[in-house]
């Protein structure tokens, strides 16, 4: 799927669309259900330091990033991976 968005992204002139890890700890009492956990609300957000070309595979290397570190949530935290879509500035057409 996201194959097909990064595709569509460069016939668009937006440029190369990748895909990026993030580990969040999020708060239950400000995100109570996982769904609501983002950027915004989060507590910790760490970022993977690879991009991908497919969201199985950024979802691979968010838990097996997760594993290497000693990140732990806290009491009434719990932790989640999120891919999102980047776009690599250097060869968007403007």
Do not use: W
Not at 26 to 40: G, I, K, N, T
Not at 43 to 49: D, F, G, K, L, M
Not at 54 to 74: F, I, R
């Amino acid at each position: 799927m996201c194959n097909i968005c990064a595709s569509a992204a460069r016939l668009n002139g937006i440029g190369d669309a990748m895909i990026k890890a993030l580990l969040l700890v999020c708060s239950f009492m400000a995100a109570p259900e996982v769904r609501l956990c983002d950027q915004r609300n989060a507590t910790q957000v760490i970022n993977v330091p690879e991009e991908f070309d497919n969201p199985v595979m950024c979802a691979m290397h968010g838990q097996a990033y997760l594993a290497e570190t000693s990140l732990s949530p806290s009491a009434g935290e719990y932790l989640r991976i999120v891919c999102i879509r980047t776009i690599n500035p250097t060869t968007a057409h403007g």
